[in-house]
């Protein structure tokens, strides 16, 4: 009995051993990825874990200025129509593959063509990729496109194995061969990912990892509870509420930071027969249901504060904020001003809203808010899905919904603002503000584009289709033996320098 | 023969309805299960009497606070009272549980017994149908009907009796082949007694308890589905309180304000406790061997 | 019966196919466009043209059912939308688990409800009684959800006895499989045994005051006799009835149990894919946990004659 149980010990202190030589990682992630090929996935989750799978073109600072990864410096030339870029030598894919101009023309290309791809519109404006010498590509473009450096720190700018993409075709997901620090091991749906350390990467030295491990937890208490058992390493996407809890527990810590996104109410002004209600044709009615929501309040209550209120469709903290257009405070007296100038007292309409327990608590409280502004908002919980298909077809009156964000301001308004982009659910079209953002689009002087999007954030301020609220914090809750996490905008995990301390 | 069909007495005379009630009444556990019926049914009826706040109003400055005499049983997410949310939440909790019951009864058991009793052909056609929906995930179902009927709590009561029906087919064709099978059925057949009379005879009322048993126990997976279907946008919307909302809701802050789940969870209790209990109490009345 | 029980493994085909077709046919009304829900956030109009031709969504419905049918007959059961996976790879992944928590599951619903059923009923009225309906109404009342978070906090957080979550396959590490599988096992076979014990209470004072209890107990046969011969066997007949389809309801995926102990079984899988309209996936699921269910309603059918001859089933 007691040999056994010293052997027990013996084969336990040798299992901890070896653990302190191959260094594992688990990260619980709130979501299951899609299909893991960076040209043909969509969500949020399936970025964080190419962040260590793939190397992109440029990478973003936690300031979103960009810099170098497998591009190491760039220029652009010919009125903002050419951008050549040097690359980085000795690089290698993961099956072994070097990496060079030829791959770099191969993957945007990839991109522009795979039926699959998702990517087609966001690689548009590339006309041509030319081959200048091994180490140098340029990228001729149809017309100059501000946001094209953006597009390369994302998915588009993620590199594939050439060869391993003409071999797997559309099936590259089940094993996706790039050129990041970590490479694929095995994925289990809805379970985990796991990755293993690429030795030969160019960043290698400051790799601390033998193997990560990216878990699914959906459930933000649950993912709390195994971080605190130690199942878990860190997590992202903590629960605002559990902060508190968190900061208390000497054993974990808090990170965060504010995203690029925004979450709002998108109002139906011009799409179909649903958007002839006051509320959807008289811009005083929208205001005066701004003017009846406490921001601070609301990210209070329903957030415990956590995250940053806003009435752009950049936060306070982007330089491309319209300072002269604060955060409106809360004014029940104008808005009931308003709505009677509008003739529209009592006025009742519906908001739909995602049924996550986040949104459904917000949706709570904008209807009690507007409730004493003298608005009936009848609320309606609605699966993802049929959101989607609702408001696109013009079946809503009034939708709680927000937006990921992106590095680009263009990317958090172009498509949404503009008479004919893609996912202008509220059909709103002002052929001014198209003027305004094509013109920031074109443009890659900051100070000009600056000045573009503070008219254009006036006249939509005016109009409101949508009504900003708040920009939601990433927040990641650590365990305290981790070092080295910086916490970047876009909510990527990067491993590079973070190491688990014994 | 005709003697053992004469010996087996029915639910149906009254007569010995008036006697089962005298035994329902002389029941201990169905006096104490009819008493909390009795209590949650004043309760959700005098709902604007008993709340000691507007259910739905919301204070900012009292979010997820402790149960104090301000706040009998503590305040939930939003800065809402529980105890108010918690009565007027009966409304919509017992009804979803009763109403979804009575409608899987009502659907379940005739074809249960026509498949059992039939048999042949009527038996596979029903059985067969009856596989078919309960392999159908509940989910599917559910954004369906939402679909379909709109949102309204009488949808989703109409969504969560549909999926409980199958069970009841299950049971009531299982308990007849049972029946079926004994002496003094063969026997009402050998004098010729219409199909009718023997399935309404000697069938149905010895079919009865486990239907019952399940009954009772299935309006506690009703009052918990229906926050399920209020959820994907079928059921009661918010703010409109229900017990299954208040508790789905509640799952989120275990740790930091256990009571917003204690309430409603010790309130679904005492509700499937009361109608188990009651259960049992009419089964041993209705009993026709029960003295 | 060996002839009824051919005839019956015969008539599954058709069912699946009803089963199928019907699941289809649901799946068509739901709301929403699966080429919108799957074409990402920019929803560009060109992936969503795309997905809508290679996946067939503009064809007819019974067009896309043939499509999907003659997949089927060749073994192919399509590919999921979302990851590409093959659906065939996901099911082999995840049936394994599925099963085995299924298994565990009711396994201990019976070692807990059928003897405490037995017991309350010998014991009517009387103190025991009393607990172990209360015991099990409240495992009843309690939502799954619930008490797996609560038993994560006391048993993985606080006392730090088992894991919160890390499922492995007991081909590769049966120790932690077992204990991760343990505790949502638990919190799912408690709530069955609750409907178990009521059933089985039911039915054991049903039998006890029938006939033929009476006769054998005064003819003289012995007490304990009496209980396991006639009474038991009778008494498990609505305890089978209700026991299969909770297996059957268990194979087709632990939804809330399965998120909160992340054990990668059908649950989570299909309630996703109906909500990004994954037709493939949902189809493959269900068909085989309906496939699953219908043969165990079979098993059922014979368990009624093996516990009770005189039924003709």
Same mark, same amino acid.
């Given at each position: 009995m007691t040999r056994k149980l010293s052997l027990a010990v013996a084969a336990g202190m040798m299992l901890i051993g070896s653990a302190a030589s191959a260094e594992t990682l688990r990260i619980g992630l709130a979501d299951d990825p899609d299909v893991l090929d960076p040209d043909q996935s969509r969500t949020f989750v399936g970025r964080i874990v190419y962040t260590a799978l793939c190397d992109k073109l440029v990478d973003i600072d936690p300031d979103l200025n960009f810099v170098p990864q497998l591009a190491t410096a760039w220029e652009w030339s010919d009125g903002g129509k050419t951008l050549t870029m040097k690359l980085r030598d000795g690089v290698t894919f993961h099956d072994g593959e070097k990496f060079d101009a030829a791959a770099v023309k191969a993957n945007i290309e990839r991109s522009k063509t795979l039926p699959e791809s998702r990517r087609k519109s966001e690689v548009k404006s590339i006309d041509t990729v030319d081959v200048v010498d091994p180490l140098t590509v340029r990228f001729n473009l149809k017309a100059p496109d501000a946001t094209l450096l953006a597009t390369l720190s994302d998915r588009a700018g993620m590199m594939v194995s050439p060869k391993a993409a003409a071999e797997a075709g559309a099936g590259l997901g089940a094993k996706l061969v790039c050129s990041g620090p970590f490479k694929f091991v095995e994925r289990v749906q809805q379970d985990r990912i796991v990755l293993e350390k690429f030795p030969a990467h160019w960043n290698a030295a400051n790799i601390h990892f033998d193997q990560v491990i990216y878990r699914t937890i959906p459930d933000s208490t649950v993912r709390l509870a195994n971080l605190q058992a130690g199942d878990l390493d860190m997590l992202e996407r903590l629960s605002p509420p559990d902060i508190a809890t968190v900061k208390a527990d000497s054993k974990l810590q808090v990170v965060d930071v504010v995203g690029l996104g925004y979450q709002g109410i998108t109002i139906n002004n011009n799409n179909g027969e649903r958007s002839k209600t006051p509320l959807g044709q008289d811009p005083r009615v929208r205001k005066a249901l701004e003017l009846s929501i406490d921001r601070a309040a609301l990210n209070q209550v329903v957030f415990d504060g956590a995250h940053l209120p806003g009435n752009q469709f950049v936060s306070p903290q982007s330089q491309f904020y319209n300072q002269a257009i604060p955060v409106p405070a809360r004014d029940v007296a104008k808005a009931k001003a308003l709505l009677k100038e509008a003739g529209a007292e009592g006025f009742s309409f519906e908001m739909q809203f995602p049924n996550n327990p986040d949104m459904t608590r917000a949706a709570q409280v904008i209807q009690a808010m507007a409730a004493e502004a003298g608005f009936d908002v009848k609320l309606r919980a609605t699966e993802?899905?049929?959101?989607?298909?609702?408001?696109?077809?013009?079946?809503?009156?009034?939708t709680e919904v927000g937006w990921s964000g992106r590095v680009d301001p263009d990317g958090n308004i172009h498509a949404f603002a503009t008479c004919k982009g893609g996912i202008n659910d509220t059909k709103y079209c002002n052929p001014e503000v198209d003027k305004l953002l094509d013109a920031a689009r074109q443009t890659n002087d900051v100070a000009e584009r600056k000045k573009l999007y503070a008219s254009a954030i006036e006249i939509l301020d005016r109009e409101r289709p949508i009504i900003y609220l708040y920009h939601p914090k990433w927040i990641w809750a650590l365990s305290s033996k981790l070092q080295g996490y910086k916490p970047y905008p876009d909510a990527m995990i990067r491993l590079e320098g973070m190491k688990k301390a014994s | 023969m005709a003697e053992t069909a004469a010996t087996v007495p029915s639910v149906f005379g009254l007569r010995i309805r008036s006697r089962a009630g005298r035994r329902l009444l002389r029941h201990r556990g169905a006096l104490i299960g009819g008493a909390l019926i009795a209590f949650f049914v004043v309760l959700a009826v005098g709902a604007p009497l008993f709340a000691t706040h507007e259910p739905m109003a919301t204070d900012w400055m009292a979010v997820r606070k402790a149960p104090s005499w301000a706040h009998l049983m503590g305040t939930d997410e939003i800065g809402r009272d529980v105890f108010s949310r918690l009565v007027w939440g009966a409304r919509t909790s017992l009804l979803a549980g009763v109403v979804s019951v009575a409608f899987a009864l009502a659907l379940g058991v005739p074809l249960g017994v026509l498949a059992g009793y039939a048999g042949g052909w009527v038996d596979t056609v029903i059985s067969r149908c009856n596989e078919a929906v309960l392999s159908c995930p509940f989910l599917i179902l559910a954004i369906a009907f939402a679909a379909f009927l709109g949102p309204s709590l009488t949808n989703a009561m109409i969504a969560i009796g549909l999926s409980a029906a199958p069970i009841f087919v299950r049971l009531a064709r299982g308990q007849t082949l049972v029946v079926k099978a004994e002496e003094y059925v063969d026997g009402a057949r050998a004098v010729g007694l219409a199909h009718t009379r023997i399935v309404l005879r000697y069938i149905l009322p010895n079919i009865f308890p486990p239907l019952l048993v399940q009954s009772t126990l299935t309006i506690a997976t009703a009052i918990i589905a229906e926050a399920s279907l209020s959820f994907l =946008?079928? =059921?009661?919307?918010?703010?409109?309180?229900?017990? =299954?909302?208040?508790l789905s809701i509640a799952k989120n802050f275990l740790v930091q304000a256990p009571w917003m789940s204690v309430w409603p969870g010790v309130a679904i209790f005492l509700v499937v406790f009361g109608f188990n209990l009651l259960g049992d109490g009419l089964r041993d009345a209705l009993d026709p061997r029960g003295d | 019966m060996l002839a009824y029980f051919l005839r019956r493994l015969v008539g599954i085909v058709p069912t699946v196919v009803l089963v199928s077709m019907f699941v289809f046919a649901l799946q068509q009304m739901l709301p929403g466009d699966p080429a919108l829900a799957l074409a990402g956030e920019e929803r560009d109009p060109e992936s969503i043209a795309y997905i809508r031709e290679k996946y067939h969504l503009n064809e007819p &419905?019974?067009?896309? !059912? @043939? !499509?999907?049918? @003659? @997949?089927?007959?060749? @073994?192919? #059961?399509? &590919?999921? #939308?979302?990851?590409? &996976?093959?659906?065939?790879e996901l099911l082999v992944q995840k049936l394994p688990v599925t099963i085995q928590l299924a298994l565990m599951a009711i396994a201990i619903a019976l070692l807990i409800g059928i003897p405490m059923g037995v017991l309350s009923a010998l014991k009517r009225g009387t103190p025991l009684d009393w607990l172990a309906n209360v015991t099990a109404l409240s495992g009843l009342s309690i939502p799954n959800f619930w008490l797996g978070v609560l038993l994560i906090l006391l048993v993985s957080v606080k006392l730090g006895w088992l894991p919160a979550s890390g499922y492995e396959s007991p081909f590769d590490d049966p120790v932690q499989n077992l204990k991760t599988m343990i505790m949502p096992a638990f919190v799912l076979g408690t709530a069955i045994a609750a409907t178990m014990m009521r059933h089985t209470r039911s039915a054991m004072l049903e039998v006890l005051r029938s006939d033929y209890v009476r006769t054998a107990r005064a003819k003289g046969v012995r007490e304990r006799f009496v209980i396991l011969r006639h009474a038991f066997r009778n008494a498990l007949i609505p305890v089978v009835t209700i026991g299969t389809l909770q297996l059957g309801e268990l194979l087709a995926g632990a939804v809330l149990t399965e998120q909160v102990f992340t054990i990668p079984g059908f649950g989570k899988q299909i309630v996703d894919a109906v909500f990004n309209r994954d037709y493939a996936v949902v189809q493959g699921v269900v068909l085989c946990s309906s496939l699953a269910f219908i043969l165990l309603n079979l098993v059922a059918d014979m368990a009624y004659f093996f516990l009770n001859p005189r039924i003709r089933a």
């Open positions: 993802f899905a049929t959101m989607l298909k609702e408001q696109s077809a013009g079946n809503y009156q009034a | =946008g079928l =059921g009661q919307q918010p703010p409109d309180p229900s017990w =299954g909302s208040m | &419905i019974w067009v896309q !059912y @043939g !499509y999907w049918m @003659g @997949g089927v007959l060749k @073994g192919d #059961l399509g &590919i999921s #939308l979302r990851t590409n &996976i093959p659906v065939t």
